[in-house]
């Protein structure tokens, strides 16, 4: 256990790197935070905080910067959130809540808002579509070999699938198959689609059933192979505004763990619960992530989890703030798509 003194200048000492960014010495900490304490009083405290692990020294002459461990004691011990100002509470509803055609795109827009506001690089799964129910299917043909399907789900998501045409169906069997899809689909999870719906869809089809049943195979393969949650980023760049990463050699690693969208999938994903998620350094299930400090929350559609909203940072991000952001907005957004989505 760390004594109050202690805990004071581990505080003092997170709080003005997160701000500068340069490594911390007693005589900042006695000038600035803790009046009344002998800057020798302050060193000999700090020497004893990085003996316990909560401080590393990363030049011999230099001052002293947190430790993955401090930064986790400061964050599950000595951090008070802040709350947003009603000015910031308005614009972030103002931003949030307007009409949109596609979750997507309405998605991104969240992402942008995001980075710009925190200055981070903003990451967001989109709904879980296995989880998402079928709210109405459409079939079309583009050309002599191609037909599109045309995917729409209860949390407003739109997929466009291309499908290859079978030679023997005209515009007729479109409109039948569209109908037949309806009719069996319309209200289903996409994750509940099995071998019995397939039967059942094929039965129903009739006469019909040994032409359109190639197609209507190729259509539900098509739907249960789908992605089951697509990642939207925005403010990638605001990283290389950081010391921390004005390395080559780390730049080149950060921007590869960004094109690797089934490894950010398994990073967002790691979090599905209802609180705040904080990993910090070697937390993160990513080596190539060890650099940084991840916050992740979820926000909800009704009464089940959607997806996950967070900032991927620098360690020294502002741990209180972004806390109250992310957190604010994830409230914000499930009440706004809960009332979209049962209307």
Known sequence: ML??????ILQAVIDDYINTGEPVGSRTIAKKYIFGISSATIRNEMSDLEEMGYLEQPHTSAGRVPSDKGYRYYVDELMKVTRLSPQEVEFIRSQLDVKFN???????NIAKIISNLTNYTAVISTPNVKKSYIKHLQLLPVDSKKCILILVTNTGLVKDILLDKPENIDSKDFIYITNVLNQKLSGLKLEDIDENTVLDIENSLGKNRTILSPIIDNVLRTISAAD????????????FDFPEFNDVLKAKIFLHIFEQK???RKIINSSMHDHITIRIGT???????KECSIILSTYRIGDSIAGSIGI?????????QTVSLIDYICDTLSDILTRLFTE
């Open 102 to 108: 596609e979750i997507n795109e309405y998605m991104e």
């Open 312 to 320: 991927i940072g620098p360690k020294r991000l502002k741990y209180s």
């Open 228 to 239: 089951s949650t697509e990642v939207v980023l925005s403010g990638i760049k605001n990283m």
């Open 3 to 8: 004594d109050e003194r202690k805990k004071r």
């Open 283 to 289: 937390e993160n299930p990513i080596e190539d992530l």
């Open 262 to 264: 089934d490894m950010l």
